[in-house]
């Protein structure tokens, strides 16, 4: 069965203090690998979508990297407007368009 | 052009009632998903349109859900007789043929009490 998993659940940060979120999966046949940012009672907004291993992405504080079972997502000096969920998804081949989305990182940046 | 509008915002209900939601996507994408999401739960898909054809429904939705996406334009999700476990988010999104990542509306809280 196609899983994706993210951890830490939750993550509480100082401001400044980098760090990364992990977004593991078991699925066959990856078309792509998406980062959402979520914020309290709205949809998930766009951030990446990396398709092959080696991928990297880069916005602002943001980083995302792909590997074969596994996609990071490093927040470099994170200031407290980067306070949100962080949710992943994968899109596999035989599943045609629907997205499979992990448990999202709940995150929250402290000044 | 807006994004994803979703209608209405915040839906309470009795048990039982029927409801009704609409979505308005981005008017050039001609895909459009519905998803579901419980407090603490990343979102889960329900059902895909291209255009005005239903491509694709969740084993998990059952027969008291049904979506319609008339004219290949806006989309509605009707859920008959609710019941308190369908109290969630509902999300509709929208893409274009070309792929890339969706584009979500702000979603439509249902309250079942």
């Known amino acids: 069965e196609d899983q994706v998993t993210q951890s830490p659940e939750a993550l509480r940060l100082q401001e400044g203090e980098s760090s990364s979120l992990n977004c593991s999966y078991t699925?066959?046949?990856?078309?792509?690998l998406f980062w959402y940012r979520q914020d309290p009672g709205k949809g998930p907004e766009f951030l990446f979508t990396?398709?092959?291993a080696g991928e990297e992405k880069e916005k602002e504080r943001l980083k995302a990297t792909l590997t074969k079972k596994e996609s990071f997502l490093h927040i470099t000096a994170p200031k407290p407007e980067d306070s949100a969920t962080y949710l992943c998804a994968v899109q596999i081949r035989a599943a045609g368009n629907k997205l499979t989305f992990g448990g999202g990182t709940r995150v929250l940046v402290k000044p | 052009d807006t994004g994803v509008s979703q209608n209405p915002r915040h839906k309470i209900t009795k048990r039982g009632q029927n409801v009704t939601f609409r979505c308005d996507p981005i008017?050039?994408?001609?895909?459009l998903y519905w998803y579901r999401q419980t407090l603490g739960q990343g979102p889960e898909f329900l059902t895909y349109?291209?255009?005005?054809?239903?491509?694709?429904k969740s084993r998990l939705l059952s027969d008291r859900f049904s979506a319609e996406r008339p004219k290949g334009s806006f989309s509605t999700l009707e859920i008959q007789r609710t019941e308190q476990g369908d109290s969630a988010m509902y999300l509709c999104?929208?893409?274009?043929?070309?792929?890339?990542?969706?584009?979500f509306g702000s979603g439509t809280r249902l309250t079942v009490v």
């Open positions: 349109f291209q255009n005005e054809a239903q491509l694709e």
């Open positions: 699925v066959s046949g990856l078309r792509g």
């Open positions: 999104a929208s893409s274009s043929t070309g792929g890339g990542g969706y584009t």
């Open positions: 990396l398709y092959s």
């Open positions: 008017s050039e994408h001609n895909r």
